[in-house]
């Protein structure tokens, strides 16, 4: 099956620093998705985005289908950033089904 | 927030006995999922379906099953519970598939 790759694992900002998180995968998608687990674990969906630039506010993803990868960027972080951040991917099939990466752990001190 | 609800949200049950977990939703959502995480494993698919009495096995569905009787309801049987599958399971819906998913608040379930 496809192989999501994530990095870096682990991440330490200072409030007010800017970050870059990446996702390597093995395969085309036709679906890709990043997610945010916070600190009591609930998993909220940031961006669906299997091609092109999306942003959200301080958060913003960018897709290159062709190169196999995608980068997550948050500017100006703040603590209720930190969390984990997980990057999923399918390759298509009758049914999608995502394939997660093993997640970045983001901390973000005051 | 996606109307999904997660039951129970904890559970401490004993090795041997079965499990039944519930995903309800109010989306109306064609698509329902239910995923493990585990440390170091990040999500893990588990089974899936893609319509009423429609299912499918995910990447690690050996000892699961489940059941979809109504569109709103996806529920997850351990029919025998063992102490490897004590973990987190979240339930996720999607309208489409290829949409994005939406995740419950996630269960926590203990098997001693």
């Known amino acids: 099956g496809i192989q999501v790759e994530q990095s870096p694992p682990d991440l330490i900002l200072q409030e007010g620093a800017n970050s870059t998180l990446r996702c390597n995968f093995s395969?085309?998608?036709?679906?890709l998705q990043w997610f945010h687990q916070n600190p009591w674990g609930q998993l909220i969906n940031l961006f669906y985005?299997?091609?092109g630039t999306k942003q959200n506010g301080r958060l913003s993803a960018t897709t290159v289908a062709t190169e196999r990868y995608s980068l997550l960027y948050i500017s100006s972080s703040q603590t209720t950033d930190s969390g984990v951040y997980f990057c999923?991917?399918?390759?298509?099939?009758?049914?999608?089904?995502?394939?997660f990466g093993k997640g970045i752990t983001l901390s973000v001190r005051p | 927030d996606a109307g999904i609800t997660q039951s129970p949200r904890h559970k401490v049950t004993e090795t041997g006995t079965p499990v039944t977990l519930r995903c309800h939703q109010t989306?109306?959502?064609?698509?329902m999922y239910w995923y493990r995480q585990d440390p170091g494993h990040g999500l893990r698919l588990i089974h899936y379906?893609?319509?009423?009495?429609?299912?499918d096995k995910g990447e690690v569905s050996d000892g699961y099953s489940v059941s979809r009787s109504k569109t709103e309801d996806f529920l997850l049987t351990l029919e025998s519970a063992t102490s490897s599958q004590t973990s987190v399971y979240f339930c996720?819906?999607?309208?489409?598939?290829?949409?994005?998913?939406?995740f419950g608040d996630g269960t926590r379930l203990s098997i001693l």
């Open positions: 989306e109306n959502h064609r698509y």
């Open positions: 985005i299997p091609s």
């Open positions: 395969d085309s998608v036709n679906n």
């Open positions: 379906s893609y319509g009423v009495k429609d299912t």
């Open positions: 999923a991917v399918d390759n298509g099939g009758a049914n999608s089904k995502l394939t």
């Open positions: 996720a819906i999607s309208s489409t598939g290829v949409q994005p998913q939406h």
